[in-house]
């Protein structure tokens, strides 16, 4: 059940919030500490006017009211009375048999960390009978995320509710339904959540369609670090619905140092697929069962397969780069300027040579760009060897860099066809110069698309018999504008 947490802080307020609640929510939670004041005819009003089933929530501050405070709160009959575990057991048996009909949610929080002894946790907090025990840490990072949902996931019982606080732990308010968590709490607004890391009951239910998960849903994901700018999470979900797929995609912030630990425990937990981006493109290699021939050389993974517990590594990223630019003009014979020298660069290098054309890396740190350059035979250079390869001509240039202006302007060369893999904002600095000076231009995002169609054909032909092979054709409009590219950019959709 997604249940929205209602914060007031007035009663009047309060009414509004349960009426927005209702297009996405199961039930509410009554978070009445954050309430200016605790009106029991005011309370009682509320819950006569709601639809939907209530949760009574008073945390620490105000669980000291006793025994009177609680059975004036009871008397209302809430369908859900939420108590924190250190309450003394006494006052939770005097309560639990004043309202049998109310269920009780017995509330273990940790503001700090994600305890190694999560088991004993939850073995101790059912000495006191409940309908429920929430768990609800703090993550510090990837890797407590991911050792919270696989414990959740494990258990046989119905009756936990398991929390990872934080951003770090945003993707257990996603998984609820695939740990079997009786309820996912979710704010009504993401900037005012009630909790350190939670998402608002709109984009639970909508982005990653939460009323349809299970505990079979097969999981997919972006890793990297960092991954708040991605879209990924959004036009993925959308495409996996549209095609009927029992699947979710995720995001996980993953720094190279927790990369061992998290390939670990994702082989636990059902990925079938992951994304990856940087800085863990080249840094993940080493940690893979085996790798794409042509990735290898490449030198350079951007998707991940689970299979049989094992990890494959494949790279769509010069594949998706050159079909966008091939959608429009053949690079056969072209002269090629590519700025970077990433993971990015080096597939976009690898494939645009592959595809017969002329290819020169330009760098910040020239020896990365010769490196590459060495291994594709074509040519690289730090920054200043921009000015040779202005004077020689090139016929199309890319930006594989985050720099909204890597190089000098009068570098960009009118009429040259100009590309800027960033997928946000739509239109870079970069890219508007080049249209000021009269150079046709390709979003970055439509790269992202096409590299996203071959994370899909290579995810979903394992699992799919006689699956269609997806291409941008016969999926962008139906399922990628849809998916948000007409808001995130309505000039060119």
Request: charged residues 20%; proline residues 5%.
């Amino acid at each position: 059940m997604l249940c929205a947490v209602i914060r007031g802080p007035t009663f009047e307020e309060a009414h509004l919030q349960i009426a927005q609640a209702v297009a996405y929510a199961d039930l509410v939670e009554l978070r009445l500490d954050y309430f200016h004041s605790l009106d029991i005819d005011a309370l009682k009003v509320l819950r006569s006017h709601s639809s939907l089933p209530m949760i009574f929530t008073l945390k620490s501050h105000m669980q000291g009211g006793g025994y009177d405070m609680w059975c004036r709160l009871v008397e209302l009959n809430p369908e859900y009375l939420d108590l924190e575990s250190h309450v003394s057991a006494s006052l939770i048996t005097k309560i639990s048999s004043h309202c049998p009909a109310t269920k009780l949610i017995l509330s273990y929080h940790n503001f700090t960390d994600t305890p190694e002894d999560l088991e004993r946790i939850y073995q101790e907090m059912q000495r006191i009978p409940a309908s429920f025990y929430k768990i609800a840490v703090t993550a510090q990072n990837c890797v407590d995320a991911l050792r919270l949902v696989n414990w959740a996931k494990k258990k046989t019982e119905d009756n936990l509710i398991a929390i990872s606080m934080g951003s770090y732990g945003q993707v257990s308010r996603i998984l609820g339904p695939v740990m079997r968590s009786p309820i996912t709490y979710a704010s009504l607004e993401e900037e005012l959540p009630s909790a350190p890391g939670q998402f608002s009951a709109k984009t639970v239910s909508e982005r990653y369609h939460y009323h349809s998960l299970n505990s079979q849903t097969a999981l997919y994901g972006l890793i990297g670090d960092p991954i708040d700018q991605s879209i990924s999470d959004r036009t993925h979900n959308h495409l996996m619905e549209a095609l009927n797929f029992d699947a979710v995609y995720v995001k996980i912030q993953v720094p190279p140092s927790e990369l061992s630990d998290f390939l670990r425990l994702a082989k636990e937990l059902p990925f079938h697929g992951l994304s990856v981006t940087m800085p863990l493109k080249e840094a993940i290699l080493p940690f893979l069962d085996e790798i794409d021939p042509e990735a290898l050389d490449i030198g350079a993974v951007n998707t991940l397969l689970f299979k049989e517990g094992r990890v494959f590594g494949f790279n769509t990223d010069g594949v998706g780069c050159l079909n966008a630019i091939e959608s429009a003009y053949p690079v056969k014979d072209k002269r090629i300027v590519i700025i970077g020298a990433g993971g990015a660069s080096r597939a976009i290098a690898y494939e645009a040579h592959k595809r017969g054309g002329h290819v020169s890396i330009v760098n910040r740190d020239k020896s990365k760009a010769c490196q590459i350059a060495e291994r594709l035979h074509c040519r690289g250079g730090g920054l200043d060897y921009m000015a040779s390869c202005a004077e020689r001509g090139y016929d199309i240039l890319i930006n594989c860099t985050p720099s909204p202006l890597p190089i000098q302007a009068e570098y960009i060369l009118p009429q040259a066809i100009v590309m800027d893999i960033v997928t946000r904002p739509k239109e870079t600095l970069f890219l508007k110069l080049a249209r000021e000076r009269g150079c046709p231009v390709i979003y970055g995002y439509r790269m992202f698309i096409e590299q996203a169609l071959g994370q899909f054909n290579l995810w979903f032909n394992e699992v799919s018999a006689g699956y269609k092979k997806l291409n941008a054709a016969d999926t962008f409009d139906n399922c990628y504008l849809s998916a948000g590219f007409a808001k995130l950019y309505p000039a060119d959709t």
